[in-house]
């Protein structure tokens, strides 16, 4: 099936600093992705919706200014957690939908330690 | 938009026993319904789908029936191994190829 690569895997950093999160597609192009967050024992919670060349959409109850997206090309969307707290530690999954599937194919995950 | 909700959320069963997981969702239109399996700091990754078009699918020890009239599909996994413990989730789509996930259920099989 499709692959679909995040980095870093793994991020610990001091409250108040900015992480950025990559997730690409790499053998096939995706106009749109999918950023997950998952709190331990919970299910997968989609926090907005990445789309090529133009605005994300947010879920409700999800901060656009803490959680930038930015879509550039066919096969790279970046998560930013900006000024990140405790609060934000998390297990955050992207995912890309194959052209013309349905199926859903997740990145490795990066999980977020906030000191 | 899509309501999925899972059953149950834990799950125990001894090895070699059958475990079943139930999921409804509340949108009518929906046609595709996958089954995705995580480990402990992993990635969910799909272990069976069913399309509206068909009732049963079964892959080896793995199966999902979908009964579109009650609006609800299920996963059984025969003859469980403890490989198969895990956590098992379930989704349907929501509008834009998005997916919404149930709530999970953890499986442990004993061995």
């Known amino acids: 099936g499709a692959v679909v690569s995040q980095h870093p895997s793994w991020v610990i950093c001091k409250s108040g600093t900015s992480v950025k999160i990559e997730c690409r597609s790499l053998?096939?192009?995706?106009?749109?992705m999918f950023w997950y967050r998952q709190f331990p024992k919970q299910s997968l919670m989609l926090m907005a919706t990445?789309?090529?060349?133009?605005?994300?959409?947010?879920e409700q109850g999800v901060e656009k200014d803490k959680f930038l997206i930015n879509h550039a090309s066919l096969t790279l969307s970046t998560l930013t957690v900006t000024s990140a707290h405790p609060e934000d530690s998390s297990f955050y999954i992207c995912?890309?939908?194959?052209?013309?599937?349905?199926?859903?194919?997740f990145g490795a995950g990066t999980r977020l330690s906030v000191l | 938009g899509e309501n999925v909700e899972q059953h149950p959320s834990t799950l125990s069963v001894q090895e070699g026993d059958s475990a079943v997981i139930k999921c409804t969702y509340s949108?009518?239109?929906?046609?595709?319904f996958p089954w995705y399996k995580q480990e402990l700091g992993k990635r969910p990754q799909l272990i069976i789908d069913?399309?509206?078009?068909?009732g049963e699918k079964k892959d080896q020890r793995i199966a999902v029936t979908l009964n579109k009239t009650a609006k609800h599909f299920s996963l059984h996994i025969t003859e469980t191994q403890p490989e198969d413990s895990a956590v098992y989730f379930c989704?349907?789509?929501?509008?834009?190829?998005?997916?919404?996930f149930g709530g999970g259920t953890r499986l442990m099989v004993k061995p």
């Open positions: 990445s789309n090529e060349g133009s605005k994300a959409t947010y």
């Open positions: 989704a349907a789509p929501n509008a834009g190829n998005m997916l919404t």
């Open positions: 053998d096939f192009q995706a106009t749109t």
């Open positions: 069913i399309r509206s078009n068909v």
């Open positions: 995912s890309a939908p194959s052209s013309g599937e349905n199926i859903q194919y």
């Open positions: 949108d009518s239109a929906s046609n595709y």
